[in-house]
């Protein structure tokens, strides 16, 4: 089994006023040789945006992009005539493909939004450019994984999917809860990040927005140390 541990305290930082960002992996002015992708997953942003503000229309191509609010009223529109607002419990997913459009706003005037935005290299490049939405109920279930997004192949996928051999899941636990993660393919590795609360993960205690990635392994193994703790776990290829 190999580790690499990502300590919250660790990330880049850029705090613009209106956006309050935290890059995992190196992104913009934040560069780290050390931290520029963990297999196929390339971008883990956790961005707070003000009241009103947001990200003007800006272009993407050949990438996969899933964003997951935390809080707050997200709006977005793209160049495939979407106009949405995610919430909550929502979860988007979007392949850039042979090129779009898009900006991202917060929808509400008077308090913050708080976001996850994640890139995930594709398995095919210059796809049709798609866009999907969906709501879960990771925030209403307990001790259990919800799994949000998966291979557009997958004929066990129970979330929306995307071009890569990859699979996203949330949940939340009660303190004192143990469970086992299997990597669902072969040569696949498992990045666990906390969202809420703390975790052992692989018998490395994570606090609040740390994350491990793990690799060459069959099973990852890992305890709630808080209640209401939820996790996210990104499984994706390590060589693609």
């Not at 300590?7 to 560069?31: E, I, K, M, P």
């Not at 977005?76 to 419990?89: A, N, P, Y």
């Not at 993660?181 to 590795?189: D, E």
């Not at 990040?193 to 740390?210: I, S, W």
């Amino acid at each position: 089994m190999n580790t690499t541990l990502f300590r919250a305290s660790s990330r880049g930082h850029a705090n613009h006023g209106w956006l309050d960002s935290r890059h995992t992996f190196s992104f913009a002015n934040y560069y780290n040789p050390d931290r520029i992708n963990f297999g196929a997953l390339r971008v883990v942003n956790d961005d707070i945006v003000a009241g009103g503000e947001g990200f003007g229309t800006h272009p993407h191509d050949n990438m996969e992009i899933v964003s997951i609010p935390l809080y707050g009223d997200l709006e977005h529109k793209d160049s495939m005539g979407h106009t949405e607002v995610i919430r909550s419990g929502e979860v988007q997913v979007m392949s850039a493909g042979t090129g779009i459009t898009h900006s991202e706003y917060n929808a509400n005037k008077e308090k913050p939004v708080s976001f996850f935005q994640i890139w995930v290299f594709p398995n095919e490049r210059n796809v049709t450019p798609r866009y999907d939405q969906r709501k879960f109920d990771f925030l209403e279930k307990k001790n259990q994984l919800v799994q949000l997004v998966g291979p557009k192949d997958d004929k066990e996928n129970t979330g929306m999917w995307m071009h890569q051999d990859a699979w996203f899941s949330m949940g939340t636990y009660d303190k004192g809860v143990e469970f086992e993660y299997k990597p669902k393919k072969a040569g696949n590795g498992v990045f666990a990040m906390v969202v809420e609360g703390e975790f052992t993960v692989a018998g490395q205690k994570l606090n609040h927005r740390d994350a491990l990635g793990v690799s060459d392994t069959d099973v990852v193994k890992l305890t709630a140390d808080t209640d209401n703790a939820r996790i996210l776990l990104i499984d994706v290829p390590m060589v693609f």
